[in-house]
């Protein structure tokens, strides 16, 4: 059974960092690509980043230079540093594991809500 677990989810005032991971069991999390999604109230879910089985992060242009994702394959773990946070950042932030072989599926964790707000 496939399981994605986020955490570090909260309320941060504009200007802060949060640190979200997720933890993952059930799947091949070498061979996985790890990313990060996020939700606004009233708006489509949305890519921020994602992390490659190699090590290549990519990022949103909305989130370049800010936002950090990296991988701990011995922990079956990814993160997500957040700096420099803005209200429009706002959003429940759901981890995602993208993996291929032979047909490619997707794998959704439950979200973890993050609020910026003064």
């Known amino acids: 059974q496939v399981q994605l677990v986020e955490s570090g989810g909260g309320l941060v005032q504009p200007g802060g960092s949060l640190r979200l991971s997720c933890a993952a069991s059930g799947i091949r999390f070498s061979i996985s690509v790890m990313g990060w999604y996020r939700q606004a109230p009233g708006k489509q879910r949305e890519w921020v980043a994602d992390i490659t089985s190699g090590g290549t992060p990519n990022y949103a242009d909305s989130v370049k230079g800010r936002f950090t994702i990296s991988r701990d394959n011995a922990k079956n773990t990814v993160y997500l540093e957040m700096n420099s946070l803005k209200p429009e950042d706002t959003g429940v932030y759901y981890c995602?594991?993208?993996?291929?072989?032979?047909?490619?599926?997707?794998?959704w964790g439950q979200g973890t809500q993050v609020t910026v707000s003064s």
């Open positions: 995602n594991a993208a993996i291929t072989v032979l047909v490619r599926r997707e794998y």
